[in-house]
């Protein structure tokens, strides 16, 4: 193994938005999509890399979107979505003959593990891939702070936030073609010029616990690799 083959990151956390699951159809899972990203994912775990994966739930179910539903029945729905999805990833990843763990933050103990601390860590240390689904098991917490509580326990080097742009730019990029992209940004500028980059309470834990975030484009699944590889991908935010 080359010198460039070396994971700059020991342990990850990936933030894999529902959306991203669905590829063009934009609801549902796009399996072929799903495939491309679980690839990369095994590439990246077969360099060496211990990977754990937070799924979002925004393919089948946006609670904040829901006007009739009461705020925290819809986050709770939104937790059964990503358990759809964290599933669904395990199977991909399995069938490329990785071994995967799936662990929920709300006991379903016919379906996934519960989470706990010290049998992730275990999970992570012999190599095996763990998939948290159920966000942080909260209503009123979104996916992303469930990312970053679980980067902190886990003690990752790194979260590694795939989206469907290319990085953090000071405008939406897609409603503005001035819009100018940061390779570099810290955790304070996100909060101070809000950034829709994560929420404020995932913000401030990353921020607390010291933890990068690696902010790129999904549209290329090796993005993840090269990503945790030290490459320059998408934007970088760091505590200072």
């Given at each position: 193994m080359g010198e460039l083959d070396i994971p700059k990151y020991k342990r990850v956390l990936l933030k894999l938005s529902g959306e991203a699951l669905a590829g063009e159809k934009e609801t549902g899972l796009d399996f072929p999509t799903v495939e491309k990203i679980c690839r990369?994912?095994?590439?990246?775990?077969?360099?060496?890399?211990?990977?754990?994966?937070?799924?979002?739930?925004?393919?089948?179910?946006?609670?904040?979107?829901?006007?009739s539903a009461?705020?925290?029945?819809?986050?709770?729905?939104?937790?059964?979505?990503?358990?759809?999805n964290?599933?669904?990833?395990?199977?991909?990843?399995?069938?490329?003959?990785?071994?995967v763990r799936v662990q929920t933050a709300i006991t379903m103990q016919q379906v996934a593990e519960p989470f706990i601390l010290g049998k992730a860590l275990r999970h992570l240390e012999k190599g095996r891939i763990v998939i948290f689904g159920c966000?942080?098991?909260?209503?009123?917490?979104?996916?992303?702070?469930?990312?970053?509580?679980?980067?902190?326990?886990?003690?990752a080097d790194i979260i590694l936030k795939a989206t469907m742009v290319d990085g953090i730019y000071d405008k939406d990029p897609k409603k503005f073609p001035d819009a100018v992209k940061y390779d570099v940004i810290t955790h304070h500028d996100i909060l101070v010029k809000r950034l829709q980059v994560?929420?404020?309470?995932?913000?401030?834990?990353?921020?607390?616990?010291?933890?990068?975030?690696?902010?790129?484009?999904?549209d290329n699944p090796d993005n993840i690799y090269d990503a945790v590889m030290g490459k320059s991908v998408g934007t970088l935010v760091t505590k200072h």
């Open positions: 990369s994912i095994k590439k990246t775990a077969d360099a060496g890399a211990q990977i754990g994966i937070v799924v979002g739930g925004g393919n089948f179910w946006r609670g904040r979107s829901s006007k009461d705020r925290a029945r819809a986050d709770h729905i939104g937790m059964l979505a990503t358990t759809m964290a599933l669904a990833v395990a199977d991909v990843l399995e069938s490329l003959g990785c071994i966000g942080t098991g909260n209503p009123f917490f979104s996916t992303d702070s469930a990312a970053s509580l679980r980067a902190a326990e886990l003690k994560m929420d404020s309470a995932a913000a401030a834990i990353c921020t607390e616990n010291n933890i990068p975030i690696i902010v790129f484009n999904l």
